[in-house]
Nanobody
């Protein structure tokens, strides 16, 4: 069983930066993929960024060039560096991890970007 704990959310002005962290209780080395989703009230959860065990990375179009996902296997942590934040990035951000047998989710961290 893997537990994911997010941190790093908060309130920031438009144009600012935040770094989200997702610390796993177990090894992330065996995870097929890890990443970040976000959700605003009344809308479906949206995949923001993902990184596979092979190092392949993908982003949703509206964060390309602004967000960077990276992982530190030694620390069992995945990060999401968010720059040039916009009010429309406001959401609860969830970390996820996908193994061959199960999916795991964090509790979510609120990101609020003021205009």
């Amino acid at each position: 069983q893997v537990q994911l704990v997010e941190s790093g959310g908060g309130l920031v002005q438009a144009g600012g930066s935040l770094r989200l962290s997702c610390a796993a209780s177990g090894s992330i080395f065996s995870m097929n993929a890890m990443g970040w989703y976000r959700q605003v009230p009344g809308k479906q959860r949206e995949l923001v960024a993902a990184i596979t065990s092979g190092g392949s990375i993908s982003y949703v179009d509206d964060v390309k060039g602004r967000f960077t996902i990276f992982r530190d296997n030694a620390k069992n942590t995945v990060y999401l560096q968010m720059n040039s934040l916009k009010p429309e990035d406001t959401a609860v951000y969830y970390c996820y991890a996908e193994s061959s047998t199960a999916d795991y989710w964090g509790q979510g961290t609120q990101v609020t970007v003021s205009s």
